[in-house]
């Protein structure tokens, strides 16, 4: 069954450093989204992306954020200088149509667990 | 913003009961989502709901889509101790591509 993938699983750095997340939606969806999620806390939107530009981002995706489809597989995000708040699980999505159209649902990746120190 | 409020917080049940969750939101949703995660891991979709009043059921679980469109709820029957982990419901509208998710509701399953 086809999967959302995420690389790497877990990922620390020192503040200040920039930091790429890397994931690769299921094959034949054109909707991708980031999400994150404090520990213990719920899931948080951050970014929807389709036809290679930005949909809908949320207030937590400032200009330290960005996200890129450098290829036809990979969407990325990027922290460009990383803070202590930047710490949580962040989560990669996708789907075939747009949110809030019929389909069969958005379905997320593993995760990467960011640790900033 | 959005706001959606998901009750109760957590339920310490028995194995074999059944249990119900539910979602509010201030405004309208055209999707409802229900999710299940797993310590660690990325959540997974139980059930999509894309009506007003739409029922869907996906075995043990069963999920509504309120007639306001601003509610939901799940069931799970004749719960198993697999069932343990935090159920997160999830709404987005037609006029914006994102998603919002609840508080989440932890789930305890005794045996």
């Known amino acids: 069954e086809p999967e959302v993938t995420q690389t790497p699983s877990h990922q620390v750095t020192q503040m200040g450093q920039e930091v790429i997340l890397r994931c690769v939606p299921i094959?034949?969806?054109?909707?991708f989204y980031w999400y994150r999620q404090i520990l213990g806390q719920k899931v948080e939107f951050l970014v929807s992306?389709?036809?290679?530009?930005?949909?809908?981002k949320s207030e937590i995706f400032d200009d330290q954020f960005s996200v890129e489809r450098p290829d036809g597989s990979n969407f990325t995000l990027k922290i460009r200088s990383t803070k202590l708040e930047d710490s949580a699980m962040y989560f990669c999505?996708?789907?075939?149509?747009?949110?809030?159209?019929?389909?069969?649902?958005?379905?997320f990746g593993p995760g990467t667990r960011l640790t900033v120190l | 913003g959005q706001q959606l409020n998901q009750s109760p917080q957590s339920m310490f049940i028995q194995e074999g009961e059944d249990v119900s969750m539910n979602c509010t939101s201030s405004?309208?949703?055209?999707?409802w989502l229900w999710y299940k995660q797993d310590p660690g891991e990325g959540p997974v979709l139980l059930i999509a709901?894309?009506?007003?009043?739409e029922l869907t059921s996906n075995g043990r679980l069963t999920a509504q889509f309120g007639i306001t469109r601003k509610d939901s709820f799940l069931n799970i029957s004749a719960s198993i101790p697999s069932d343990v982990g935090i159920y997160f419901c999830?709404?987005?509208?037609?006029?914006?591509?994102?998603?919002?998710f609840g508080a989440g509701t932890r789930l305890t399953v005794k045996p």
């Open positions: 992306f389709y036809n290679n530009e930005i949909s809908e």
């Open positions: 709901l894309y009506k007003a009043g």
């Open positions: 094959s034949n969806h054109l909707y």
């Open positions: 999505a996708s789907t075939i149509l747009a949110l809030g159209l019929s389909g069969p649902g958005q379905f």
């Open positions: 405004s309208i949703f055209n999707t």
């Open positions: 999830a709404g987005s509208s037609y006029n914006n591509n994102d998603m919002r």
